[in-house]
Each structure stands twice: as structure tokens, then as C-alpha cells.
């Protein structure tokens, strides 16, 4: 579009709309309008921040550390923003992002507690008519699904549920008045990482916690502290060297070491003085120990091992400590998860761990619960259950591409896109972070900003060369589809039942969604591609409806 082509803002007609309002939509927003489109961001909730809007429950912080799980695209905000601990918690990183949202301005645009319903592709003028909750129809060029990986709470299908007599709350949708557990016992379902955050916060709380696990996880301890002044300094001083390494060279977007050897490369005793250092420095870091963890059973077996030795150490009961101990799946092929004395939580008193994995729940009863061997009383419901990952909130609203197709039918066997970016049929529909890009396997702010960047250069490109619809190419799709399933079956990944294969989903298709191949070389490859003029997409000028090359 060249500016007199621009959608004129105002009635009901963007240049872009944008669904979502956490860390992607709101920087997406930023760029945009800095390059002079017109753009409506539709937020279902009632404020900015996305994930840290909704999981509001006790004990959510987040699992990369804060000086790098922030925003890198201004060096005033990353210099001027104080970040309290090392990894700060829910209420801390949703005032960052209000922060952000203030300090650039960004609310004017965004229409908040309203949620985009459907979007259609009018192929006759090239625009998609967007369908909202506040009944409004709103047309646009282009449309940025900005809805999050992890922003669809996934209610567990268990009999009984809404018969429970006494408070249910979802870890990812919490309300925002504080919770008091005071007095109560409790009854906690799940524990991926959300339950494994909440649980030590629940059990001081709490007259009796039970916590229902069916899968054990890995957990390393997070480590976190207050942060002094002078290690705020010390990182922020080496804010270049950190962005340009997790941008360009970590696999997960995380300034880290790079392990130069496997673990089969060291002896016993080294390779348990260095997973013991890591276990002391705390954090995800732990998997970089060495290079082949994710790669080699046998490598990933010594650091799974002492993992389950360090449960062995910490909890007291030997029942427990066996249920515990993750044997399902290697170490790392879900994303392993940070907490703060998960594991010696259930040492004290008031703290019971049952096994639903070998004795499921039959029914959930108006004052508890009754799985196949017993029944257990509570007060309070928590579901820690995860989400539908990754396409859980793609799929809520009804997109229809070109020949009325809709997203849904499309990817019903699997999410099929072109470098995570866009989906074959479904021209200027972009996706942030979606399935084939690295995404949740990374550090996702530095994720995030990769794809809004790739996105808002390639709309300025269009607009500066006269072109208005950019669409995959069906062939690189599926090569790029060919691509990432190939990249992950060479890992242990899909050995996992995991959320990133959609295991936690009855019903969905098994599908490895994240890209596994790593931030920097993704990286590298997206912008190949733009710089040889956007290979494997079509670009096409509205007007004299012919496909054209961006150079
Ligand atoms: C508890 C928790 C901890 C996490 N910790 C980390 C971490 O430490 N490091 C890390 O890298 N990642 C972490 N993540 C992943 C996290 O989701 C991302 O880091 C990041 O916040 C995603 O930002 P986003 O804008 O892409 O999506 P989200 O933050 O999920 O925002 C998407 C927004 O879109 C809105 N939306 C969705 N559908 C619609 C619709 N149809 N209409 C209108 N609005 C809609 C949602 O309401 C939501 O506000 C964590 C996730 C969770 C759940």
C-alpha cells in the first residue's frame, strides 16, 4: 500500500487488525503505528498483558529470568524499568506491562473486553471482515493473531465437575481479587508447571492441600532473590551482547553458555559436579549442561537420574518420593519447569499427594472428589490443567479463507502454516508465534518480537512497492511442515505426551507444533527469506491483479 492506498481510519476499516493484547499484540501495535498504518487491537480481557492478566494465581512468576524475559525493542525501558527479583512474580510483570502500555501510548487503540468472533476473507475486495462481541463488523487488510500460545485454559472433562458445591478456580483464568484458602481444605489438579508454582503458596494457606498428579514432572529450583541494585546494573550494561545472543545464537532465546560437549563425554563424577552446579544456580539453564540432552536417551538418562535423586533427597515419605519421580518421559521433552520448594512442600503435615495416573477420577462429587480406589473431601476446587495449547484460542474464532475454507478444516489433522507465520488459503492472516515457529520453546518475548518485526517490515515493504496481499505458497508450506516434523523426530521431544504435541487434548491430532531447530537459525531463515523477496509466498497487487516480487 502506498499512503494514499491506506485504509483511511475511522469508521470501521484498518490497516490492520490485531487480536490480542499481551506482549505480541501490544508490540505489534507499537510498530505498526510508529510506521504510520492504522490499526485496532480487539483484547477480550479487560486490561493489557495477556497471560499475566489472566494467571493471577498465588505463587505465578514467570520461568525465565526478568532481566531477559522483557521487552529488548526500547534500551530506554529495559534501562529505566527495575525489576525486583530474578524472576519476578504475576503482579510484577503485569505492571510492566501497563508500564508499557502507558509509556508508548498504546491504549488508544486497543478495544479492551471485546472479543473477536470470526473472521472472513472477501476475496472479490481483498479484506477480511472481522465480527466482534460488541456486534460491530470491522473490515481490515491485513490481520495479526496476536492470541497467545497459552491463553486458552483448558477445563478438564471430568464427570461431575460443575456439581462441587464450593469454589472451582483455573489457574489460568484466576480471579483478580485475592483468593483466601485460610481454614479450607483444598483440592489441586494437575501438576505442570502452574500447579508446581501454586502448591507450596496453597499448602501455607491451607487447613489440608491434596494434590492429584497424573504425570510427574521435572522441576529444578528457581533460585530467585531479590535483585541489588548493582546486579541491575551489571546486566544492564551487558543489555547488547545478551539481546544479540539470544536473538542470534541461543536455540532458546536465553543468554546462556553454550555447552561444547555431551554428557557422555565426562566421566561420573564430573558430570555430577556439574549438573550439581547447575542445580545450585537454579533455573532453566540446567538443560545447557551439555549439548546432546535433548538428542541422546542415554545422555539425557545421567541428568533425568539426578533429578530423581535430588526428589529421593528432599522428600521424606518413600511412597511419595516415588510418585514423584518423572519416569514417562525424558527430561526436557516438556518444558521443565521452575519452582520454588515444589518438592519439599509435601513433607509437611498438611499435604497429601494421590496418584490419578494408576487410579483416574471416576466423578467429582458435590464435597470432593472419587477416584477408582477412594474418595477425598475438600472445600475449594483449584484446576492447574493447562491449556489447549498453541491453537487452542486460533481455533475459538471461525476464520474462513479463501472459497469460504476455514482455518479449522484446514489444520483438523494438525496445524500446517509457513514458518509459523501464515497459513496456505488464508492470505494476510498472520499468526505471532504460531505452531512451526519456535515459539513456547523459547524465551518467548525475544520470539515475539522477532515475528512483529519480520511482520511489520514486510507490511512496509508491501506498502513502499504497491503490493497488497501477501499469501504462502501450498508447496513451502508443506515443505516447511516436512521441515519441522523432521527437525523434531531427530530429538526426544515426541517421546513426550506433552502439551506441545497436544497430548493433553482428547481428540486433538498428535502433531509436534513448536519448531525445534532453534531461535537463531530460525531467525537466520525468516530473514533469508524476506531478503529473496519473500520466497515461498505469493505478494500480489490489487489492482492489476498479478503476482509481483518484493526484492
Ligand atoms: C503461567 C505462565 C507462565 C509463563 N512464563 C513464561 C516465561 O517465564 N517465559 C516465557 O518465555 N514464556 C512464559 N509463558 C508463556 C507466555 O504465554 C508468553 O511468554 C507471553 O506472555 C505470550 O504473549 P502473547 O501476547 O503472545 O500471548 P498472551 O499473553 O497469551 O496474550 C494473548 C491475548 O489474546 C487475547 N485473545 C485471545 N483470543 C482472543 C479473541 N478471540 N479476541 C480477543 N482477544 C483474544 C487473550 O485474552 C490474551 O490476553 C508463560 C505462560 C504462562 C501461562
Not at 70 to 88: G, N, T
Amino acid at each position: 500500500m502506498s499512503a494514499s492506498q491506506t485504509i483511511q481510519p475511522g469508521h470501521d476499516s484498518y490497516d490492520v487488525i490485531v487480536v490480542g493484547a499481551g506482549f505480541a499484540g501490544m508490540y505489534m501495535l507499537h510498530r505498526l503505528r510508529g510506521l504510520g498504518f492504522s490499526v485496532r487491537v480487539y483484547e477480550q480481557g479487560g486490561g493489557v498483558g495477556g497471560t499475566w492478566y489472566w494467571n493471577r494465581y498465588p505463587g505465578a512468576r514467570c520461568d525465565v529470568e526478568s532481566m531477559q524475559y522483557s521487552y529488548s525493542f526500547s534500551d530506554e525501558l529495559q534501562q529505566e524499568w527495575d525489576w525486583s527479583e530474578r524472576y519476578a512474580p504475576q503482579p510484577e510483570i503485569l505492571k510492566y506491562a501497563n508500564h508499557v502500555a502507558d509509556r508508548f501510548n498504546l491504549r488508544t487503540d486497543i478495544q479492551f473486553n471485546t472479543r473477536v468472533d470470526r473472521a472472513r476473507f472477501d476475496e472479490a475486495e481483498n479484506l477480511w471482515s472481522v465480527a466482534t462481541s460488541d456486534s460491530r463488523a470491522v473490515t481490515a487488510r491485513f490481520v495479526v493473531l496476536a492470541t497467545g500460545c497459552l491463553s486458552n485454559a483448558r477445563m478438564p472433562d471430568i464427570k461431575g465437575l460443575t456439581s462441587f458445591k464450593g469454589p472451582v478456580y483455573h489457574t489460568g483464568n484466576w480471579p483478580s481479587e485475592p483468593v483466601d484458602f485460610t481454614g479450607l481444605r483444598v483440592g489441586l489438579i494437575g501438576t505442570g508447571s502452574s500447579g508446581i508454582q501454586s502448591t507450596p503458596f496453597i499448602a501455607e494457606q491451607a487447613k489440608h492441600l491434596t494434590v492429584f498428579q497424573r504425570t510427574a514432572n521435572f522441576s529444578i529450583p528457581a533460585r530467585n532473590a531479590k535483585l541489588t541494585d548493582e546486579e541491575r546494573r551489571a546486566f544492564r550494561k551487558k543489555y547488547p551482547e545478551v539481546r544479540r545472543f539470544a536473538r542470534e545464537e541461543a536455540r532458546n532465546g536465553i543468554y546462556t553458555e553454550l555447552p561444547d560437549r555431551g554428557a557422555l563425554d565426562d566421566g561420573a563424577n564430573e558430570r555430577r559436579s556439574k549438573y550439581e552446579a547447575r542445580w545450585q544456580q537454579g533455573g532453566l539453564t540446567f538443560m545447557s549442561v551439555y549439548n546432546d540432552l535433548a538428542l541422546n536417551k542415554a545422555a539425557n538418562d545421567t541428568a533425568a537420574d539426578f533429578v530423581r535423586g535430588k526428589i529421593a533427597e528432599i522428600v521424606d515419605d518413600a511412597k511419595t518420593v516415588a510418585l514423584l519421580q518423572p519416569r514417562s518421559h525424558p527430561i526436557g521433552t516438556k518444558r521443565i519447569c521452575i519452582d520454588t520448594d515444589y518438592f519439599a512442600t509435601f513433607n509437611r503435615d498438611n499435604v497429601t499427594l494421590v496418584d490419578i495416573k494408576s487410579n483416574p477420577i471416576e466423578e467429582i462429587l458435590p464435597n470432593g472428589l472419587r477416584t477408582t480406589v477412594g474418595a477425598y473431601e475438600f472445600d475449594a476446587l483449584v484446576l492447574a490443567t493447562g491449556f489447549d495449547a498453541m491453537t487452542g484460542s486460533v481455533a475459538k474464532i471461525d476464520i474462513s479463507g479463501r472459497n469460504g475454507v476455514a482455518l479449522n478444516q484446514k489444520w483438523a489433522e494438525g496445524p500446517k502454516t509457513y514458518l509459523g507465520l501464515m497459513s496456505a488459503g488464508f492470505p494476510n492472516l498472520f499468526i505471532i508465534t504460531g505452531p512451526g515457529s519456535p515459539s513456547v520453546l523459547s524465551n518467548m518475548i525475544v520470539s515475539i518480537e522477532q515475528h512483529v518485526d519480520w511482520i511489520a517490515d514486510c507490511l512496509n515493504r508491501m506498502r513502499a512497492r504497491g503490493l497488497h496481499v501477501i499469501e504462502a505458497e501450498r508447496g513451502a508450506e508443506e515443505r516447511w511442515v516436512a521441515h519441522v516434523n523432521e527437525v523434531a523426530y531427530g530429538t526426544l521431544y515426541p517421546q513426550a505426551n506433552s502439551w506441545y504435541m497436544g497430548a493433553n487434548i482428547p481428540g486433538k491430532p498428535r502433531i509436534f507444533m513448536p519448531y525445534i531447530g532453534g531461535v537463531g537459525v530460525y531467525r537466520r531463515i525468516c530473514n533469508e527469506i524476506a531478503a529473496k523477496g519473500y520466497e515461498g509466498f505469493v505478494l500480489t497487487a490489487v489492482e492489476r491483479k498479478r503476482a509481483a516480487a518484493v526484492s
